[in-house]
């Protein structure tokens, strides 16, 4: 079985700081993926990054970084120089390599709010 | 350039009264899914369609049908909902080229409440 595991359930962050949100999980398959997804009070599901279990680097794209550390577990999304419209509901997901296996896990989030 | 696109983004229905949310994609992709998510909670997994193969979590509701006639096209049917059906629901796709490792893209959601 796989879990996901968001322990901050809310942050307060002042503008233009960098922020880390934490993820941790637990699977015993040998391939999976990380995302994470941002959640407006609109209620889209926004993809934001993505990260390979074998994937050697930290995955980027653009103000966020995924800070994968396998052996902890953990896949943190770094965002950097944090803007007001990134206030948002904001949640990690993983899935294995398993075809037919099509299921995403979440946690259950973490609240981001910006101060201006 | 909407991607996945559900219709309406708000329904207001009575207890009991059966109701259809509908789905659509312009991606192609061979896989679409409906979840569930109650205020404060994460999305629930209800079922997906690996193209014209259903596939129906353990723990969903008999009360939740879903239908896809076409490969951009997917319904989801409440029988008779109930007060504790109102939720957000979100409809996503995936390629489904079979690595299981594709990121998920998700509609804006549609906004069921139940009187």
């Known amino acids: 079985a796989q879990k996901i595991t968001q322990t901050q359930p809310g942050m307060f962050v002042q503008e233009k700081e960098a922020v880390t949100l934490d993820c941790t999980y637990d699977?015993?398959?040998?391939?999976?993926?990380l995302f994470w997804y941002k959640q407006p009070s609109s209620g889209e599901m926004i993809f934001l990054i993505y990260?390979?279990?074998?994937?050697?680097q930290n995955a980027t794209e653009g103000r966020y970084s995924l800070n994968f550390q396998k052996a902890r577990k953990s896949a943190n999304l770094v965002i950097s120089a944090s803007q007001l419209g990134d206030s948002a509901m904001y949640f990690c997901a993983m899935r294995s390599y398993n075809f037919g296996n099509e299921k995403l896990t979440f946690g259950t989030g973490t609240r981001l709010t910006i101060i201006p | 350039d909407a991607m996945v696109i559900q219709n309406p983004r708000y329904q207001v229905t009575q207890f009991g009264k059966p109701v259809t949310l509908s789905c659509s994609q312009t991606?192609?992709?061979?896989?679409m899914y409906w979840y569930q998510q109650k205020s404060s909670q994460a999305p629930k997994l209800l079922f997906h369609?690996?193209?014209?193969?259903?596939?129906n979590e353990a723990d969903t509701p008999d009360n939740f049908q879903s239908r896809r006639p076409n490969t951009s096209f997917c319904f989801l049917d409440i029988r008779s909902p109930g007060l504790g059906d109102a939720a957000m629901y979100l409809c996503?796709?995936?390629?489904?080229?079979?690595?299981?490792?594709?990121?998920?893209?998700f509609g804006p959601g549609t906004r069921l409440l139940v009187l």
């Open positions: 369609y690996y193209d014209k193969d259903f596939n």
């Open positions: 991606l192609n992709h061979n896989v």
């Open positions: 996503a796709t995936s390629r489904g080229t079979g690595t299981g490792l594709e990121t998920q893209y």
């Open positions: 990260q390979g279990s074998y994937d050697q």
């Open positions: 699977t015993s398959d040998p391939s999976y993926g």
